[in-house]
């Protein structure tokens, strides 16, 4: 655990990967090699009260966020003090650096939907950047891999936690047909067509008849096609053996949502 800048750097002066909530991660079955960082004290920590004092409904305010904040807990916050502009990634089980790091999201919205600006840590030093500076898109923050997101300026509307509530409500419904246990969510990102639009990668496995399919303890969800669940057991090898049939069954180029660590 890394709670401050000068641990950070300390520890960043040898080969090192930076885990954020774990939850949408494969590591390897013989483990790595590199140090594992994850952070935690001053990049756990939040400050968004400073604002709320001064502000009046429908005004938009901002305030700082640790990258070590789990998601979740943070939306619980941002509901009981009436904020609004993150409830589309309600569900997500990530820390807030780590949701920015790759875009994570739902149909509801994105963390970079709700960002003013971010503190960004690397050998190199810490910036602040706007995410205009960055190359964004679905599911990925151009930022390198090797970069923290230790710090975030959140873009907040001050709403009702009522209202708040009705829109986190909203994006939860379309979470409601998939396994919330022992998956490391979707496997991989819906492709994009020419035009654009996004075809629904659960639903290509699902038309290629791949719920059920099972390799060692590893099995693509009853529920939801591009959902790989762990029954008990299963191994790094099992889940990507999965993934290669996945590929395999679907005529279309796909890009994996997991992190695979290897
Ligand atoms: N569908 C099937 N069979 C399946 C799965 C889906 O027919 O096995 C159909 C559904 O019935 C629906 C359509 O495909 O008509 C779309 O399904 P869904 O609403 O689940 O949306 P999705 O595009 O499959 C995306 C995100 C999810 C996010 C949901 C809801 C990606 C890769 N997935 O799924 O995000 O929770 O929308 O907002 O963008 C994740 O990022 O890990 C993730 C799970």
Same mark, same amino acid.
């Given at each position: 655990? %890394?709670?401050?800048?000068?641990?950070?750097?300390? %520890?960043?002066? !040898?080969?090192?990967?930076?885990?954020?909530?774990?939850?949408?991660?494969?590591?390897?079955?013989?483990?790595? *090699?590199?140090?594992?960082?994850?952070?935690?004290?001053?990049?756990?920590? #939040?400050?968004?009260?400073?604002?709320?004092?001064?502000? #009046?409904?429908?005004?938009? %305010?901002?305030?700082?966020?640790?990258?070590?904040?789990?998601?979740?807990?943070?939306?619980?916050?941002?509901?009981?003090?009436?904020?609004?502009?993150?409830?589309? #990634?309600?569900?997500? =089980?990530?820390?807030?650096?780590? !949701?920015?790091?790759?875009?994570?999201?739902?149909?509801?919205?994105?963390?970079?939907?709700?960002?003013? *600006?971010?503190?960004?840590?690397?050998?190199?030093? #810490?910036?602040?950047?706007?995410?205009?500076?960055?190359?964004? *898109?679905?599911?990925?923050?151009?930022?390198?891999?090797?970069?923290?997101?230790?710090?975030?300026?959140?873009?907040?509307?001050?709403?009702?936690?009522?209202?708040?509530?009705?829109?986190?409500?909203?994006?939860?419904?379309?979470?409601?047909?998939?396994?919330?246990?022992?998956?490391?969510?979707?496997?991989?990102?819906? =492709?994009?067509?020419?035009?654009?639009?996004?075809?629904?990668?659960?639903?290509?496995?699902?038309?290629?008849?791949?719920?059920?399919?099972?390799?060692?303890?590893?099995?693509?969800?009853?529920?939801?096609?591009?959902?790989?669940?762990?029954?008990?057991?299963?191994?790094?090898?099992?889940?990507?053996?999965?993934?290669?049939?996945?590929?395999?069954?679907?005529?279309?180029?796909?890009?994996?949502?997991?992190?695979?660590? *290897?």
């Amino acid at each position: 655990m %890394v709670g401050n800048h000068a641990q950070l750097a300390e %520890v960043m002066g !040898a080969p090192y990967r930076i885990l954020g909530g774990g939850s949408n991660l494969v590591v390897a079955d013989e483990g790595l *090699s590199e140090r594992v960082i994850r952070l935690g004290g001053q990049f756990a920590a #939040t400050d968004l009260n400073a604002d709320l004092a001064l502000s #009046t409904p429908g005004q938009l %305010v901002t305030g700082w966020v640790g990258g070590g904040v789990p998601l979740p807990g943070l939306l619980r916050k941002l509901q009981r003090l009436g904020y609004s502009n993150l409830e589309g #990634t309600v569900g997500i =089980p990530a820390q807030l650096g780590g !949701a920015i790091w790759m875009n994570a999201g739902t149909r509801f919205g994105e963390a970079f939907g709700g960002l003013h *600006s971010l503190e960004i840590v690397s050998p190199q030093g #810490t910036r602040t950047v706007t995410p205009d500076e960055l190359p964004w *898109s679905y599911r990925d923050s151009g930022i390198p891999r090797n970069h923290i997101v230790t710090r975030a300026r959140l873009k907040l509307w001050r709403s009702s936690p009522e209202v708040v509530q009705e829109r986190m409500d909203a994006a939860d419904i379309a979470r409601k047909g998939q396994p919330k246990n022992r998956t490391p969510g979707c496997a991989f990102k819906n =492709p994009a067509l020419a035009d654009g639009k996004r075809l629904g990668a659960g639903k290509l496995f699902d038309e290629a008849g791949l719920k059920g399919s099972r390799v060692g303890n590893a099995m693509i969800a009853l529920e939801h096609a591009n959902f790989i669940v762990n029954l008990g057991g299963a191994t790094a090898a099992d889940v990507h053996a999965l993934l290669g049939l996945m590929r395999e069954r679907v005529g279309v180029a796909l890009e994996l949502e997991y992190e695979l660590w *290897s």
